[in-house]
C-alpha cells in the first residue's frame, strides 16, 4: 500500500494490550517512547495525529487494586476516573520531549450520534489540530451508561475518523489483520492483505477477542463494523500488530503483516454524498443573486446574501438553498440556528457581532458543508 507519508490525517488506535502490561497494570514505557519517536517523525513532516486510546480502565484496576476479574459497570467507571490521568500523563510525558502538544478529549456514544454534539466535538477537534495539538481521545467512561457507550474504541475511532475527516486509520492490535478463520485455533488460516469490499463474507469472518484488562470486547467484528463506517467515510483502515519497537516505521516500511481495507471514495466525495442525499432538509434559505454567483465560484454562503429563512433548525441542520423564484441551488449544513439565522440574515460578517453578541467566525454555511444542484 501507498506509504504513510501519502496521507495527511492519521488517527491511531491504540489497545489497551498494547499500552499497559499484562502483568504490572502499568504503561509499557518502552514501547510508548517508540511510539513516540514514529509520531514525533510524521508530525514533523506536516502529518496530522489524533490517538484514540484505551489504557485507562486497566490503568484504573490497578490503581485501585480490583485484580482481574470482571468489573461492574460502577467499577469501570471508577477505574476510568483514576486511570485517565494516569493515561493523559503518559502521552504527555513521552511526547513532548518532541515539541509536541497533546490535549485530552473524551467522547460518548451521544457525541458522535446527536447532530449538535457532533458539530461541537468536530470543531474542537479541527481547531486543536489546527494548532499543531495532537488530541489524545477515549470513550468517557466514568459518565457513560450501558446504553450511550461503544464498549470499544474501534469503533469510536471510526467515528471520529468520519468526524474529523481522517484519510486513514490506523488500528494498532494484538493480531495482524484480517484471516479467513481464527489463526489461533486453524494452522491453515489464510492471512487477507488487502480487502476492497466489505462483503457479507467478509464481515462473517469477525469473531471476539477478548482482553480482560480492559473493556473486553475488541473483537475482530468490532474492527470490521469500524472498517464499514472508516471506508464508507472515505478514510482507509489498516489492521496490524502494533507490538514492534517502532510500530508506525514497521508498517511505512511494509515490515510487517497488515490488513488494508480500501476506503470506497475520498472524504469530500463521501461527506458531499451524505450531504446530499443523507440528511433530511429541517429548512429553507432563500439568496440573492449576488451570493449565487458567489457559491459558484467556490465560495461559502455569507449572511449578507441571504434574504429569508424559513423551517425549524438548530446549528448544523441541513437546510435547502433556494434562489429568490423558489429555485433550489443547494443544500448544506447551516452554522447558525433558525432563531440566529432570522436577525443575521442580510448583514455583513462584520455586523453579526452587535446583533447576537458573540462572532463564532462561522459563515452561513461553509462551503465544505454544501453542495450545490448541477
Not at 513532548?96 to 449538535?116: C, K, Y
Request: overall charge negative; charged content about 20%; some cysteine.
Amino acid at each position: 500500500m501507498a506509504s504513510l507519508s501519502t496521507y495527511s490525517r492519521i488517527i491511531l488506535k491504540i489497545g489497551s494490550s498494547l499500552l499497559v502490561d499484562e502483568h504490572t497494570g502499568r504503561i509499557n514505557q518502552d514501547w510508548l517512547q517508540g511510539l513516540a519517536l514514529d509520531i514525533a517523525e510524521f508530525a514533523a513532516s506536516g502529518t496530522q495525529i489524533l490517538i484514540v486510546s484505551s489504557g485507562a480502565i486497566a490503568l484504573g484496576r490497578e490503581r485501585l487494586v480490583l485484580g482481574t476479574g470482571a468489573l461492574s459497570l460502577a467499577q469501570k467507571q471508577a477505574c476510568a476516573a483514576a486511570g485517565q490521568a494516569l493515561l493523559t500523563q503518559a502521552y504527555e510525558a513521552v511526547l513532548s520531549p518532541h515539541g509536541l502538544v497533546t490535549a485530552q478529549a473524551l467522547l460518548t456514544l451521544n457525541d458522535t450520534e446527536n447532530r449538535r454534539r457532533w458539530i461541537n466535538a468536530k470543531a474542537t477537534l479541527a481547531t486543536l489540530l489546527s494548532l499543531g495539538a495532537i488530541p489524545i481521545i477515549n470513550e468517557n467512561d466514568t459518565v457513560a451508561t450501558d446504553e450511550i457507550r461503544y464498549g470499544d474504541n474501534d469503533r469510536l475511532a471510526a467515528r471520529v475518523a468520519q468526524m474529523v475527516e481522517a484519510d486513514l486509520l490506523i488500528l494498532l492490535s494484538d493480531i495482524d489483520g484480517l484471516y479467513d478463520k481464527d489463526p489461533s485455533q486453524n494452522d491453515d488460516a489464510h492471512h487477507i492483505p488487502t480487502i476492497t469490499e466489505l462483503t457479507p463474507e467478509i464481515m462473517a469472518m469477525g469473531g471476539n477477542a477478548n482482553s480482560a484488562r480492559g473493556t473486553g470486547s475488541g473483537g475482530m467484528a468490532t474492527k470490521l463494523q469500524a472498517a464499514k463506517i472508516a471506508t464508507e467515510a472515505g478514510c482507509t483502515l489498516v489492521i496490524t500488530k502494533g507490538c514492534h519497537e517502532r510500530p508506525l516505521s514497521v508498517l511505512d516500511a511494509a515490515s510487517a503483516k497488515a490488513s488494508w481495507f480500501s476506503a470506497k471514495t475520498n472524504t469530500q466525495a463521501a461527506r458531499k454524498q451524505w450531504i446530499a442525499g443523507s440528511l433530511q432538509p429541517k429548512g429553507t434559505l432563500i439568496i440573492d443573486a449576488g451570493a449565487i454567483r458567489a457559491l459558484r465560484s467556490g465560495s461559502s454562503l455569507l449572511s449578507a446574501g441571504v434574504r429569508a429563512v424559513e423551517g425549524q433548525f438548530e446549528k448544523g441542520d441541513a437546510v435547502l438553498i433556494h434562489d429568490e423564484h423558489g429555485h433550489e441551488i443547494g443544500r448544506g449544513l447551516t452554522g447558525y440556528s433558525v432563531l440566529e439565522a432570522a436577525h443575521i440574515k442580510g448583514l455583513k460578517s462584520k455586523d453579526i457581532a452587535k446583533v447576537l453578541g458573540y462572532d463564532s467566525g462561522t459563515p452561513f454555511i461553509h462551503r465544505d458543508n454544501m453542495v450545490l444542484s448541477t
